[in-house]
């Protein structure tokens, strides 16, 4: 038998053989990125390559030593500096609140706050606080998340939702204790005791500021309108006139609101003195903050469900701002600000550009630009018309052989936008006019070419057109356009282009932090997201997430579910064994199963909503009835008011589905029955993708095509219907696409 010196010997030899621990593959990018290095930068230092640091990144391989310790030392570095709160979504509320001790008020000579601290442990609660978990679900190991690092600015996290008895739930089970009867007084809370705000995304950046969440009972306790609708004027401008008595309290107190006044999201600030910033964002729920299109019910919850779901969005892509649409555009100026610090010839700090950042309002060129825009006025040439497909195969086009098929199933692509914005050179300065140039696809811009001499399979859709229709003339394309017919084996000879020749993938941190909330999320629901995932089983666990989700989930319906022989049941009672739920103990366990699948569903909708309305804002439009066409508008001074860079993204994610849908026809002859935006119907043999889609001979979906799985770019199922249906609303010129899914498709593009 061994002594317990040569086992301690054998352990201690062990350890060693195992080297330092890196985190997640995801958040190695996360950190690289907070600190503004890139890839190649990196790999300069590491001597090593741009690819191995991709594939550190990416977990498709691991750093050996001697790299491997430099590059946890360097890892462990950022985390200190850049810490990264993750709460997750537990099953259930507590049944109440507890009670809550009042906050000390901090003497007048007190210190200054001191400088950014972080900690893996949790933070000790002050006087004014207790904390509270309530009992989690099992989560599965593909979900697990490294130790909460805690900024030491910010003990509290992000947000607070505030009730009407003075209690403020904020991350993590926290509840506060908030004693301001006005509104000033609240302000004056959240920047100076409540512990709450969450730190820069970028190290040039700028941390975000707390955010306060008034019920509706919070808001009669502040003496404010329950509603927005009840007075004209009010309602025509949705906020509260400059005579109503708490802008006149705020104002008094020498607080400023923005120019869009006391609205559903009302910024109220103090200019900045010693660069430090004085800001209070509220989201008032009666005055529908929280938009059913992009959050569903989330406004409907509990204060504590409420502050979780909040919370999650929060710390895994920005603290809300604004509509998801406002939230999508400021984490780009988050993740790329357009100054940074830096030494002046005389060796003192400036503000300089942020290379790779958008620095300054540019106008467009005028085929860019929408109608109202000044540069468009007398513009006769014609506009770019890079928008999303909405397409109808023509009947007669249809076999018998299809229209005696018993189904028709629609898949969707998963954040299309996000998979498109995905390394895409844009550019970041003006746009500079040449008669007849060369294509290149390496260069951004907008091109006047003719396009109609490309033949296309009329039961496919046109790439070169949102309608689907083959062009008849010259028009104006974006690149992603005119590199496709390259691709296809065109010859293009462009007329005329604006192009920009100072470019880079602006969008890549972005595309890289809304995608990890996808992911992470999907993870959290119990969705299989690893890419060798055998793809029936994914759309078995995605079903099961449907049924848990749904809020008239029943009991019975559950255990119909968990009886039946299907894939998905199996899937069902994986997720539920998953969640600690065994099949005797569902009649106490299954709301709380539903409640987090629930939330998870509810954060997951505002990502999507976030990418959407986030490249729907780079090309705001004016609004207000007293708008005069051709002047300027506010949205026009923003760096981010670039509609060529969403003409970009949206080329590039209409040309990826058509290629999709081209190689699809190329392998099994199956042809597309509609399209709309980012989903797609076909008819099919079963009903479920793998009924239309080609297989490789392992039965894999063949790559090229419409490949199932969780991460963005790849597809899921949408709906099913009856082929009969379907040929019902194409006789009727209507899209099946549109209502695939029971209901009526919203293209939500933010404007």
Request: aromatic share 6%.
């Amino acid at each position: 038998m061994p002594t317990e010196e040569e086992l301690f010997g054998a352990v201690d030899a062990l350890l060693e053989d195992a080297g330092p621990q890196l985190p997640q593959p995801t958040e190695r990018a996360r950190l690289r990125e907070a600190a503004g290095i890139t890839q190649a930068r990196l790999a300069q230092v590491l001597q090593s390559t741009t690819q191995t640091v991709k594939n550190w990144e990416s977990g498709r391989s691991e750093p050996r030593p001697p790299r491997l310790q430099a590059y946890a030392r360097l890892l462990e570095g950022w985390a200190a500096r850049h810490p990264a709160p993750e709460p997750v979504l537990p099953a259930t509320s507590a049944p109440s609140a507890p009670a809550v001790a009042s906050a000390p008020e901090p003497p007048a000579d007190a210190p200054p706050a001191p400088a950014p601290a972080t900690s893996t442990a949790p933070a000790a609660s002050p006087p004014s606080t207790m904390r509270r978990t309530p009992p989690g679900l099992h989560k599965p190991a593909a979900a697990k998340a490294a130790p909460v690092a805690v900024d030491a600015r910010f003990p509290h996290g992000p947000l607070a939702v505030l009730d009407g008895e003075g209690a403020a739930y904020a991350v993590g089970g926290l509840v506060l204790e908030c004693p301001a009867a006005t509104l000033p007084q609240l302000v004056d809370w959240a920047l100076s005791t409540s512990g709450l705000g969450a730190p820069r995304l970028h190290r040039n950046g700028r941390d975000s500021d707390p955010l306060i969440v008034l019920t509706a009972a919070a808001v009669e306790r502040f003496g404010l309108p329950l509603s927005l609708r009840d007075d004209d004027e009010m309602k025509r401008s949705l906020r509260l006139p400059e005579d109503h008595k708490v802008v006149k309290q705020i104002i008094r107190a020498k607080w400023k609101l923005t120019q869009r006044g006391f609205g559903p999201w009302a910024r109220i600030y103090r200019p900045a003195t010693g660069g430090q910033r004085q800001c209070v964002q509220l989201a008032i729920l009666p005055w529908d903050a929280l938009d059913e299109r992009a959050w569903g019910d989330t406004a409907q919850l509990p204060a504590p469900d409420l502050a979780r779901v909040l919370g999650v969005y929060a710390t895994r892509v920005i603290t809300p701002r604004g509509s998801t649409a406002v939230s999508g555009l400021e984490l780009m100026t988050a993740l790329r600000p357009p100054t940074r610090a830096a030494k002046d010839d005389g060796g003192t700090w400036v503000s300089a550009p942020n290379p790779g950042a958008l620095i300054g309002p540019v106008d467009p060129a005028p085929p860019e630009a929408t109608l109202e825009h000044p540069v468009a006025q007398g513009w006769t040439k014609g506009f770019l018309d890079e928008e999303a497909y909405q397409w109808v195969r023509p009947l007669d086009t249809l076999t018998d052989a299809e229209m005696l098929l018993p189904w028709a199933v629609g898949i969707d692509i998963n954040t299309a936008f996000l998979a498109a914005a995905a390394r895409l050179t844009v550019g970041l300065a003006e746009p500079v006019q040449v008669d007849h140039p060369l294509f290149d696809k390496k260069i951004p811009g907008s091109w006047f070419v003719d396009l109609s001499h490309i033949g296309t399979d009329p039961r496919l859709p046109s790439p070169f057109t949102p309608s689907g229709k083959r062009p008849t003339g010259p028009a104006w394309y974006a690149t992603p356009t005119v590199a496709y017919a390259v691709e296809l084996g065109a010859d293009v000879e462009p007329i005329e282009a604006y192009l920009r020749y100072e470019t880079g993938p602006y969008l890549d941190p972005w595309h890289d932090r809304l995608k990890d909330a996808y992911v992470s999320l999907m993870a959290d629901a119990g969705i299989p997201v690893d890419k060798d995932t055998d793809e029936r089983r994914f759309l078995a666990a995605m079903a099961a997430h449907q049924v848990l989700k749904t809020s008239d989930t029943s009991l019975a319906k559950v255990r119909q579910a968990l009886d039946a022989g299907a894939d998905d049941a199996s899937a069902l009672r994986h997720l539920l064994l998953e969640a600690g739920l065994a099949h005797q103990s569902l009649p106490a366990d299954l709301e709380a199963a539903r409640l987090r699948h629930r939330q998870i569903a509810m954060v997951l909708s505002a990502v999507k909503s976030t990418v959407k309305g986030g490249i729907g804002k780079l090309r705001e439009r004016p609004q207000g009835r007293l708008y005069v066409e051709g002047e300027r508008w506010p949205a026009l001074e923003r760096p981010t008011w670039r509609p060529d860079i969403r003409a970009a993204v949206i080329a590039k994610a209409r040309v990826n589905m058509h290629r999709k849908m081209a190689n699809v026809a190329k392998a099994s002859a199956r042809y597309p029955l509609a399209v709309l935006s980012d989903c797609v119907v076909y008819a099919s043999q079963t009903p479920d993708p793998l009924g239309f889609l080609p297989l490789t001979g392992a039965g894999k979906v063949l790559p090229g095509t419409f490949r199932l799985g969780a991460t963005p770019g790849l597809a899921k199922l949408e709906g099913v219907q009856e082929m009969l249906w379907a040929v019902d609303l194409m006789e009727r010129k209507l899209n099946p696409a549109r209502h695939i899914k029971g209901g009526d498709a919203v293209m939500d593009e933010g404007e």
